[in-house]
């Protein structure tokens, strides 16, 4: 019997060895804790919060997970999932904090987080989040009246909210233009700039303030307000064979569906569907701006140069006597001498050089505060991205790039992203009138 000591210990020996190399192995042993994280910065909540939370474990697996908040030593449970099975690596958990639902007060509380895995001792991460119950919404006051806005014209607004609101604008019906805080006059507040539709009226047009906080309570205000009707001129455009042969190539290499068209067709997939993807660009480009003012006066319109086409003029194309579409005309076209030096109507940062489909070379500069100018159909670019510029100066020549059929610069200004009437903008009466005396107060 004692011959066969040694060998049964070393065969105890050799299976607890076994035992304890399984369990590392499968991991049973492992001392990695799970990892948790938020899709989100939480810093207060409102009365509805809607977070996603990631729970990650590689090793044995996720076990438990769970969300739960803590006010006034008084623990509510929020969330809770029990993952029996092994290998659970990942689980998304998306919960929703429900202020009244779970009788928060307005005031501090803590968020926890936790999750254990499978492993035989319990690895177990707690995330604890410091956040403030807000479910006050911001008050809204307009400063100035708005007094009347024309058709296809700028709006423009000063306001300012009873508490910070980081998401604050205006909606004209459903679209949104985002304000800018700023100090005026050593005051906080918030200024946008928006725009009015050319079919805009009294009757079916709303303006609405708005403000979100970071607790995400919003507020609407309606604005009282006045619109004045424009004429806009309605034009028959034909196009000549000269015109189409000249251009519509260009495109076709651009875009290789067009390839084997014929060229009224190709003309047509580019002013709709060309159209509406170079206007997406350009407000995508014109979506951020600088938080400050950048402009000073009254914008330089193109010295020595007739207006060729307005802004608004509504055109229908034809071909051989028939329609080949339509489209609104969202600048002025000014025509002077071929090549004509161009100038920055006000000062601001580039933003955009470059070919921009039937806008051909393109200048864009972003004035401050959501405002912007376009300049297009130039023969050279003598600016670059980035490059501050100052009212007057050169930034190219026209020319007839893109789907201009003659030499000329086709100017536009928007606000927020969408197009505004220029003329406006020329008007040292209607700037004082409508912008610069409502920031002072």
């Known amino acids: ?244 042969n000249h251009k519509m190539p260009d495109f076709q290499t651009q875009v290789p569906e067009l390839q084997d068209k014929p060229l009224h067709d190709v003309f047509a997939y580019i002013n709709s569907t060309l159209r509406g993807k170079n206007d997406q660009t350009i407000a995508a480009i014109c979506s951020t701006s600088v938080n400050r003012r950048l402009w000073d006066g009254a914008f330089l319109r193109m010295s020595n140069a007739s207006s060729t086409a307005l802004f608004g003029d509504k055109r229908t194309y034809y071909i051989d006597g028939k329609p080949y579409g339509a489209s609104v005309h969202l600048g002025v076209d000014l025509a002077s001498v071929a090549q004509a030096p161009i100038e920055a109507a006000n000062s601001g940062k580039v933003v955009f050089t470059g070919d921009l489909g039937i806008y051909g070379n393109t200048v864009i500069i972003d004035h401050g505060l959501g405002l912007f100018s376009l300049y297009s159909h130039l023969s050279a670019i003598e600016t670059e991205k980035g490059k501050d510029v100052a009212k007057g100066g050169k930034i190219g020549r026209s020319g007839l790039t893109g789907l201009a059929g003659g030499d000329h610069l086709h100017f536009s200004i928007l606000a927020g992203g969408q197009f505004v009437n220029p003329q406006e903008w020329w008007d040292p009466n209607w700037i004082a009138n409508n912008v610069t005396n409502k920031m002072s107060f």
């Open 1 to 244: 019997m004692k011959k066969f000591g040694p060998v049964i210990a070393g065969v105890i020996l050799i299976a607890v060895i076994a035992l304890f190399g399984w369990l590392y192995f499968a991991d049973y042993l492992e001392r990695e804790k799970p990892s948790i994280r938020t899709d989100q910065t939480l810093v207060s909540v409102g009365k509805q919060k809607n977070i996603g939370i990631e729970y990650t474990d590689n090793r044995s697996g996720l076990s438990i997970i769970r969300v739960e908040i803590t006010q006034e030593d008084q623990t509510r449970l929020i969330a809770e999932e029990m993952l029996s099975k092994r290998g659970t690596s990942k689980k998304l958990l998306p919960v929703t904090i429900d202020a009244a639902v779970l009788k928060l007060k307005n005031g501090p509380a803590v968020i926890t987080l936790s999750a254990e895995d499978h492993a035989l001792i319990k690895n177990r991460s707690v995330m604890t989040i410091p956040v403030q119950i807000d479910t006050i919404p911001p008050q809204i006051y307009p400063l100035n009246p708005l007094n009347y806005v024309n058709q296809g014209g700028t709006g423009f607004i000063v306001y300012r909210t009873s508490k910070p609101a980081p998401v604050n604008g205006v909606y004209v019906n459903d679209v949104f233009f985002p304000g800018y805080n700023l100090l005026l006059q050593g005051k906080p507040v918030s200024v946008v700039f928006f725009a009015m539709p050319l079919d805009g009226s009294n009757g079916r047009t709303r303006l609405t303030l708005f403000a979100r906080d970071d607790a995400g309570n919003e507020a609407r205000s309606q604005l009282s307000f006045h619109i004045r009707e424009k004429k806009f001129r309605s034009d028959r455009v034909n196009l000549g064979e000269t015109f189409l």
